[in-house]
């Protein structure tokens, strides 16, 4: 992928402040970070998402993530973390290179996460359930 940000960090075209490395991942700082510290994990090949990723390599990356927070946790004093991914444009995702956030968290650091709303009218949070998983 040509133009792909995250392949041009992994093979050292642009530069980045790694963290961690191995074979199959890469981790590095978030360039604008929620709070400081604030880390990405990603596969060191090239999938735009969670849909495309294969499952194998999700599970290299969440376990990469699962070291880095508790390291980001120690070095900054974190009081709580985020794991998050954005899949898509309507979910907020701007680099189409799969990755993880890893984003330590302060009480009262402004940073909000969703609002919840009473969005199923009487059965239909049966119905729903039934529709997802005749798709697994
Ligand atoms: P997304 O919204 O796609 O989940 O998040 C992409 C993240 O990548 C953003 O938080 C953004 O700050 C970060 N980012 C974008 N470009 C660069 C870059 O060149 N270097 C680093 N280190 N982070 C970047
Ligand atoms: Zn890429």
Request: proline share 4%.
């Amino acid at each position: 992928m040509e133009e792909c940000i995250f392949c041009k960090i992994i093979k050292g075209q642009i530069p980045s402040t790694k963290i961690y490395e191995d074979d199959k991942t890469l981790a590095f700082l978030d360039i604008a970070p929620v709070n400081i510290g604030h880390a990405l994990i990603i596969p060191k090949e090239h999938y735009a998402n969670i849909y495309e990723t294969p499952e194998d390599t999700m599970s290299d990356i969440i376990k990469v993530a699962k070291k880095i927070s508790l390291a980001v946790k120690e070095a900054v004093k974190a009081e709580g973390v985020n794991i998050t991914m954005n899949n898509n444009h309507a979910a907020g995702q701007v680099i189409f290179h799969s990755h993880i956030h890893v984003i330590p968290r302060f009480s009262n650091d402004g940073f909000e996460l969703w609002h919840g709303k009473r969005a199923y009218e009487d059965d239909e949070m049966k119905s729903v359930a039934e529709n997802i998983t005749s798709k697994l």
